[in-house]
Antibody, heavy 124, light 106 residues
Framework: EVQLVESGGGLVKPGGSLRLSCAAS????????MNWVRQAPGKGLEWVSS????????YYADSVKGRFTISRDNAKNSLYLQMNSLRAEDTAVYYC?????????????????WGKGTTVTVSS | DIQMTQSPSSLSASVGDRVTITCRAS??????LNWYQQKPGKAPKLLIY???SLQSGVPSRFSGSGSGTDFTLTISSLQPEDFATYYC????????FGGGTKVEIK
């Protein structure tokens, strides 16, 4: 079964740090780009960061640039998000999601597998 | 940055109704547009990718259309399990989600 399982969420004070993990199983992790997407309480979805299969290409939303770092370990089938200088507005459920790019006729990135999410709360 | 605007932000409909949700991009994104469904407390689920391709396992009452800047998600006959929030998302340049459309029971 194709599966993504996030962990590492919790309560942290403003200015603090947290490292999220996402364990992948049931597919060849090293062949896929991966993403982090978050959802603040009662709000919509917000893309946070993406990393290519070999870590050659990394992208961040402006809201987290310079504070968050995405990484992966293909040998461990794992994706990570290091979050530093956390703010109250970073409070959210964080999802990892697989990027499938193949479609008829070419390349069309879409997030086809999602984890259940891990909750991050930033509060004093 | 590409902005995605969905309308309406919410709608009320009855079982069996035809429902249409629109999504507009701030610049042309070709067909790099995906649609997701999310139910409360659950992860998003991919419905449509590349504007009009139905994801495996998704019922055929869901369809997508459009290209360039204007896109549409249509549910041909709303079912009880379709009451949820729907999001569009562009993948032309990085990724951006629309604000969501909550489909509620009338």
């Amino acid at each position: 079964e194709v599966q993504l399982v996030e962990s590492g969420g919790g309560l942290v004070k403003p200015g603090g740090s947290l490292r999220l993990s996402c364990a992948a199983s049931g597919f060849t992790f090293s062949s896929y780009s991966m993403n982090w997407v978050r959802q603040a309480p009662g709000k919509g979805l917000e893309w946070v960061s993406s990393i290519s299969s070999s870590s050659s290409y990394i992208y961040y939303a402006d809201s987290v640039k310079g504070r968050f770092t995405i990484s992966r370990d293909n040998a461990k089938n794992s994706l990570y998000l290091q979050m530093n200088s956390l703010r109250a507005e970073d409070t959210a459920v964080y999802y990892c999601a697989r990027d499938e790019i193949r479609c008829t006729g070419g390349v069309c990135p879409h997030m086809d597998v999602w984890g259940k999410g891990t909750t991050v709360t930033v509060s004093s | 940055d590409i902005q995605m605007t969905q309308s309406p932000s919410s709608l009320s409909a009855s079982v069996g109704d035809r429902v249409t949700i629109t999504c507009r991009a701030s610049q042309s994104i070709s067909s790099y547009l995906n649609w997701y469904q999310q139910k409360p407390g659950k992860a998003p689920k991919l419905l449509i990718y590349a504007a009009s391709s139905l994801q495996s396992g998704v019922p055929s009452r869901f369809s997508g259309s459009g290209s360039g800047t204007d896109f549409t998600l249509t549910i041909s006959s709303l079912q009880p399990e379709d009451f949820a929030t729907y999001y569009c998302q562009q993948s032309y340049t990085e990724k951006t989600f629309g604000g969501g459309t909550k489909v509620e029971i009338k």
